[in-house]
């Protein structure tokens, strides 16, 4: 872990408001490193391993305040557990129906440019999640092997 990872850590940690505590940063801290968007579980394995002393509701706790910060944000999946990911540059989710794998796109794909549409609403976020196929689980449905 590069010094200048630590400090940018803490510093988004302040900028938000927040203090640092050794669990905040740990969450953080593996989310940036993790961008695989593990769950609630899987991160407090990680940070337990690091905290012994982590309690579930320690990390939950965490989790909650570092998404209600906007440093985290919460992705709803169909039918499948919340998962999490560190808020930094805007994208957008695609799920894959067959292998539950979670991806990155660019949240150019979607805009919202509708203005009629929330007419007397102010937007501050919108999360956008798009179902299919995984490009793997696309060429295994094409070409099945047998
Ligand atoms: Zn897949
Ligand atoms: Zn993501």
């Known amino acids: ?22 669990q905040r ?16 579980d899987e991160i407090e394995a990680a940070v337990n391993y690091r905290f012994p002393c982590a309690s579930r509701a320690t990390v939950y706790n965490t989790l909650h305040a570092l998404r209600e910060a906007g440093l985290v944000q919460e992705i709803y999946v169909r039918g499948g557990v919340t998962r999490y990911d560190i808020r ?18 660019s949240a150019v794909v979607v805009q919202v440019e509708a203005p009629d549409l929330f007419a007397e609403r102010t937007v501050e976020s ?8 995984c490009a793997a689980c696309r060429r295994n449905e094409v070409e099945p092997s047998s």
């Open 88 to 105: 930094l540059e805007p994208h957008h989710h695609f799920v894959c129906r067959r292998c539950g794998r979670l991806e990155d796109i």
């Open 25 to 40: 940063y740990a969450v953080l801290d593996y989310l940036w490193r993790h961008r695989t968007h593990p769950t609630a």
């Open 1 to 22: 872990m590069s010094i200048e990872t630590r400090s940018l850590i803490e510093q988004r940690l302040r900028e938000a408001g927040l203090k640092v505590t050794p």
């Open 126 to 133: 919108f999360d956008v999640v798009v179902h299919g196929l």
